[in-house]
């Protein structure tokens, strides 16, 4: 028994795969296909053979450390390190050793990239000090990701160690947090001006987000070059306001990494999802983000005893579903400019 592609959806999957780059319209289409349907299978076929070819197999690891736990009154509603989540109650940055530990075992475990996170309020001199400080120490890559900056605050990013920077516009940024999507552009613009790379995923991607909103941040990832940029589905912590809309499941999340990985073309050095699960390693994702200290998804201080997964849970994931962690990373390889064809 044969059975064919609709010649709309056909064509926009022929343009995914030859790395062209497709439209909003055509990215829309794809991401109202049913769920089960063969040409869902298809498209993350699609975004799966790109990625394989594009990143020569090559499954990334890139560690989060989350430097700080704090109240944070910026109060985005989607996260457990907010005021009003209640969670955590008082500030407690997690000490240099505990740092410099978590660094050595990473780069004894294969990481190909520390990103550190802090939350909105935390102070940005003081990223500084460990950016250096890890730098003195290991040789992994550096990736801020904190609040918004300047272009000084990006030369001394620059300066103290850091090569690349994770800053997302939000899904719902304005609405669920204070932040203007504008000043976010802003600071991905500073990021490239100053020589900086620029980490991106669409996140926290939940059930009530409209297709449109999330095609604009694929677009968006494009259009700034960023150097990878997959999907994050928002974890509902424990009393989470955003609990009455529910979650997406692994299986949608992969649909839409699929979607991004058409949307990116020929420019991502690679295509993260989290959290970590086998789903979108068929759908043209490749980049995992193993995690310890704080994290916006738990309640817990140190992540790595609650939701996040280590590199060992990741490692396997990615080896089971054809992917190897051991080659270098082409995320920072000189040469070829994310973005840019
Ligand atoms: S996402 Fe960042 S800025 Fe927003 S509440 Fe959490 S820590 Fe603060």
């Given at each position: 028994m044969g059975w064919q592609l609709s010649p709309h959806i056909a064509d926009i999957l022929k343009k995914g795969a030859a790395f062209e780059g497709i439209r909003r319209d055509e990215a829309l289409a794809l991401l109202a296909?049913?769920?089960?349907g063969r040409e869902t299978y298809a498209l993350m076929q699609t975004a799966d053979q790109m990625s394989r070819e594009r990143f020569a197999n090559k499954g990334e690891n890139h560690f989060h450390i989350g430097v700080n736990v704090a109240p944070c009154?910026?109060?985005?509603?989607?996260?457990?390190?907010?005021v009003k989540a209640g969670i955590f109650t008082q500030s407690m940055e997690f000490s240099e050793e505990q740092l410099l530990s978590w660094a050595r075992q990473a780069g004894a475990s294969g990481a190909d990239a520390l990103n550190l996170m802090t939350t909105g309020n935390f102070p940005f001199e003081r990223l500084l000090e460990i950016g250096r400080l890890l730098g003195r120490s290991v040789a992994t890559p550096l990736v801020a990701n904190t609040r918004d900056i300047d272009h000084k605050e990006g030369e001394a990013l620059l300066a103290a160690g850091f090569v690349g920077a994770y800053h997302a516009v939000r899904l719902g940024e304005g609405r669920d947090t204070p932040f203007k999507p504008e000043r976010r552009i802003q600071t991905i613009r500073v990021f490239k001006e100053v020589g900086l790379q620029w980490m991106n995923c669409v996140e926290p991607v939940g059930p009530e987000h409209r297709h449109e909103e999330i095609v604009d941040l694929m677009l968006l990832a494009r259009t700034h070059g960023a150097t990878y940029s997959g999907i994050m589905r928002r974890i509902n912590f424990p009393g989470s306001p955003m609990s009455s809309h529910g979650m997406i499941s692994e299986l949608e999340m992969a649909r839409m990494v699929a979607v991004s990985r058409l949307v990116m073309g020929d420019g991502p050095r690679a295509h993260c999802t989290h959290e970590p699960h086998s789903a979108s390693l068929i759908a043209g994702a490749n980049l995992f983000f193993p995690e310890v200290g704080a994290s916006p998804r738990d309640g817990q201080p140190d992540t790595g005893k609650g939701r996040g997964q280590d590199f060992m849970r990741c490692h396997a994931l990615q080896r089971e579903m054809g992917w190897n962690p051991d080659l270098p990373s082409n995320c920072f390889a000189p040469g070829r400019q994310a973005g840019v064809k």
């Open positions: 296909l049913p769920l089960h009154p910026l109060n985005c509603s989607f996260c457990s390190l907010t």
